[in-house]
């Protein structure tokens, strides 16, 4: 079992999401520096948003298709190659990505869409970099395989 550089076991990505998105909006409310999108565009930011939580549920709904361990920290069970997976390793987090750029265009706020790219680099460079070594440790030349053919994100 890989356990070095480990993301904490307490925060799943979901709920690193909602710290981010309650931040946002907190910060928002108590420092409320100038927006940098117009108050006509904000709207914008539901297209990502309801995107990244569609695309988010649907990778999820697959892997429970395949019947294979959704929890980040929970040994692997399953290598989920198709659907979404063919276009990007990392759909869930893809969508959570996007989700939280569009919760940051809908506050126009500058310090929304730093948290956002804080969400997605703790994603890349934490949750996804012990998923894949774990994958690696598990499915050896099949992850290196997929790894090869389908991009991290997209």
């Known amino acids: 079992m890989i356990t070095s550089n480990a993301p904490s ?10 710290l981010v998105v309650a931040v946002m909006w907190l910060t928002h409310a108590v420092l409320p520096f100038p927006p940098v999108l117009p108050a006509s565009t904000r709207w914008l930011g539901a297209l990502p948003l309801a ?11 697959q892997f429970a298709r395949a019947a294979t361990e959704i929890n980040t920290f929970a040994e692997p ?12 390793r990392n759909p869930m987090y893809l969508g959570m990505g996007l989700a939280a750029a569009g919760m940051a265009a809908l506050s126009g706020a500058a310090t929304s869409f730093l948290l956002a790219a804080v969400f997605v680099a703790i994603v890349d460079r934490w949750y996804i970099a012990f998923e894949e070594r774990r994958l690696r440790a598990r499915f050896g ?11 991290r994100w997209v």
């Not at 076991?9 to 909602?18: C, I, K, Q, T």
């Not at 995107?51 to 709904?61: E, F, H, Q, S, T």
């Not at 030349?141 to 991009?151: D, F, G, L, Q």
């Open 9 to 18: 076991r307490n925060l799943l990505p979901p709920v690193l999401l909602l």
């Open 51 to 61: 995107i990244g939580v569609v695309m988010a549920v649907a990778a999820r709904a």
């Open 77 to 88: 069970t399953r290598l989920v190659t198709g659907g979404l997976f063919r276009w990007s």
């Open 141 to 151: 030349a099949a992850y290196e395989t997929y790894a090869r053919s389908t991009r």
